[in-house]
């Protein structure tokens, strides 16, 4: 079996490239990565002398280059992983979400109909459902739930997804497509909440609480996504969106303060900062349909996921403390320095 993994130098894709090649060793890996600030090609060193792996950075927005990839290697499988994935970003600069998430997606997809292929797999979000309001404990997305999407960031994810369906219908593409809850683990890009937070309690620094830090989010440890990517591409049905989610809910002010309380840190770092504009209040997953069809469930619970992460920050210092001592430098004091939120 020949998969290329798009966007496996980023945090989930890494992870599952790392899954792929443990579980099935006769499988061929192609990771097309083009290294946006995002992506850390010294993840994937312990691999690179892999000979079931090729590394290829290029966009996957080059329609050229991909479709040589194509005849190179004659891919049975496309997953789908590469996108701009911060929210945040795509609120200060739409323009690359829609490129990458929305265009790159149609150029994979048309190299499937040209090339032939048996399965395009799009990584998508639980993002594109929009949110839930915080007095309704009782909702759950389901896979039926209509697309209301916040930000730039989850509409292009939403289009992109959208577009996945158009090529089943209209072109018979053989799709699927998963809506993953957040991730947290290993490899987490520290821009995110929980890496932010562990790298800004190591260095004392403050840690920045958007409004009252209330909002929910269903939190999956980045292995159990990985699972179930794994199944959907091997048993998941043809047309179909499968929901990815472990009622694991939490709100982010007491993620924080687990992480304050894992490090010895004091709570007097936490510091409430302005809101994200559109900010989303819930996520919260119901994954019925992928327990019930695949027998999919979460392995890792939150208590022992949070632990492990944090000692893989602890144990891996290189690791981010290289990638915040570059460009992230530049991006972190414009967004929580001179534009205000720690002002
Ligand atoms: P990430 O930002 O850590 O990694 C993205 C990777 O894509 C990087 O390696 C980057 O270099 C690469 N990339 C970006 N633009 C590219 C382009 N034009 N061509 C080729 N490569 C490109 O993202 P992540 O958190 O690992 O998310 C991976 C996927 O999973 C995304 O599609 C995201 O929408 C989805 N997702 C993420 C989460 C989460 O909690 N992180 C949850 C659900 C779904
Ligand atoms: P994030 O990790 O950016 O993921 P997403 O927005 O895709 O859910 O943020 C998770 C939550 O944490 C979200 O409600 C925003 C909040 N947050 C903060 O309060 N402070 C921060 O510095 C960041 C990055 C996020």
């Known amino acids: 079996m020949n998969i290329i993994v798009t966007g496996g130098a980023g945090f989930i894709g890494s992870n599952f490239i790392f899954h792929m090649l443990k579980k099935y060793p006769d499988y061929r890996i192609i990771c097309l990565d083009c290294l946006t600030y995002a992506g850390n090609l010294s ?13 290829v950075k290029e966009s996957i927005t080059n329609r050229t280059t991909v479709y040589k990839l194509f005849e190179e290697e004659h891919p049975d499988i496309i997953v789908n ?6 929210v945040d970003r795509s609120i200060e600069n739409p323009q690359v979400f829609l490129e990458t998430n929305i265009i790159g997606t149609s150029v994979l997809m048309d190299a499937c109909r040209k090339y032939g292929i048996k399965r395009y797999h799009q990584v998508s979000t639980d993002e594109v459902y929009g949110d839930l309001p915080l007095d309704r404990p009782d909702l759950f997305f389901t896979e039926d739930t209509p697309i209301h999407t916040s930000s730039p960031y989850s509409s292009s994810k939403a289009s992109a997804d959208l577009l996945v369906q158009a090529y089943n219908r209209t072109y018979g593409l053989p799709t699927t497509i998963s809506r993953c809850s957040n991730n947290y683990g290993p490899y987490h890009f520290p821009e995110k909440l929980i890496p932010l937070m562990i790298a800004n309690a190591l260095a004392d620094k403050p840690l920045p609480v958007y409004g009252e ?13 990985c699972k179930a990517i794994d199944l959907i591409i091997h048993n998941g049905r043809v047309g179909e969106v499968y929901n990815v989610g472990g009622h694991n809910e939490m709100k982010n002010i007491d ?32 994954p019925t349909k992928i327990h019930a069809e695949l027998g999919w469930l979460p392995e890792t619970k939150f208590e022992d996921g949070i632990q492990k992460t944090i000692q893989w920050y602890l144990d891996n210092k290189d690791w981010w403390e290289t990638i915040i001592s570059g460009e992230y430098q530049n991006y972190y004091e414009k967004m929580y320095n001179t534009e205000g939120l720690l002002k």
């Open 213 to 225: 830090g209330l909002n929910v989010r269903d939190w999956l440890y980045v292995e159990d996504h």
């Open 43 to 55: 993840t994937l060193r312990p691999i690179m002398d892999n000979p079931n792996f090729r590394f």
């Open 255 to 286: 993620i924080v303060k687990i992480i304050c309380k894992a490090l010895g840190k004091p709570e007097s770092l936490i510091t409430y900062v302005a809101d994200r504009k559109g900010h989303d209040m819930r996520y919260a997953i119901d």
């Open 81 to 86: 992983f590469a996108a701009e994935s911060h």
